[in-house]
């Protein structure tokens, strides 16, 4: 599908909020308003191997997926190298032109897309632009009047410019009392930063998240971040032997690992996003 861009925002001196319009035969970017979407989008650019190639990367909206007529997204302007630099690419689109993605099958967890009214207590961990696909599930479940989940967000960082999507997730908070919580880290902070410091520790994970709740369905803390972010806070995710067609197989879970193993988390507990 074509997407035409509409609207852009910076967000941080190298990631941009952007608006694209849906095409004319989709009211909302999915099959189904209350399960996480995700697209695939396609940039010809140079493989590794210094070769023209169509080179795709996945991202996932940061608006509610019921959300008619356009989509949002959180891109980050990654340098150009080869195999890369889909991002960069987005983001140096002007308003009226147009990228090319498909839509991406609903993301299994645990057996089932759905995130509305299946857990009472929710952690989310994020690093840098692993905000993106997590806020999307915080819209969910916030907006369905039906469903009284309580949030938690650990959101970790590098500087305090980085952090992003902070001003929608402070009024969230303000919006939502009693049922969504952040929590903010920083690795390298200012002088005069209030907030967590570090990129993880079981004291932390004690302070921002749910606790265990011994596998009894009640309680999920998604990761989402960089893969050496990911595999740090749950093990590393692994690949399934590629499709007949030579693309990349469908990820798998592995054992839980890391930080969340380490604070008493059963592997039916985490997902790694």
């Known amino acids: 599908m074509l997407l035409q861009l509409t609207e852009k925002w910076q967000q941080s001196p190298d990631s941009w909020k952007l608006r694209f319009a849906l095409p004319p035969n989709r009211t909302i970017l999915g099959n189904d308003p209350f399960v996480p979407t995700c697209v695939s989008v396609k940039y010809k650019g140079v493989n590794e191997s210094g070769e023209e190639e169509v080179l795709k990367k996945s991202y996932s909206p940061i608006s509610h997926p019921s959300t008619e007529g356009v989509v949002d997204f959180l891109v980050k302007e990654y340098p150009p190298r080869p195999g890369g630099g889909v991002g960069a690419y987005i983001c140096s689109l002007t308003p009226g032109e147009s990228l090319t993605a498909s839509l991406k099958a609903e993301r299994m967890m645990h057996g089932s897309p759905v995130v509305s009214k ?121 690949r399934a032997p590629p499709l007949p067609d030579g693309s990349k197989g469908p990820k798998i879970q592995g054992p839980l690992l890391g930080l969340l193993a380490d604070a008493g988390y059963d592997a039916s507990e985490v997902f790694k996003y």
Do not use: H
């Open 118 to 238: 299946r857990w009472k207590k929710v952690g989310l961990v994020g690093g840098g632009t692993g905000v993106a696909p997590l806020i999307q599930i915080v819209r969910i479940l916030l907006d369905d009047p039906e469903d009284d989940t309580t949030i938690q967000f650990l959101s970790i960082n590098r500087k305090e410019r980085d952090i992003l999507m902070k001003n929608d997730l402070d009024q969230l908070v303000k919006d939502y009392p009693g049922r969504f919580s952040i929590t903010y880290s920083l690795t390298d902070p200012p002088e005069n930063w209030n907030g967590e410091v570090g990129r993880g520790t079981v004291d932390m994970i004690r302070e921002a998240l749910p606790e265990p709740a011994g596998a009894d369905g009640s309680t999920m803390i998604l990761v989402c971040g960089m893969d050496g972010f990911v595999e740090s806070w749950a093990g590393p995710v692994g």
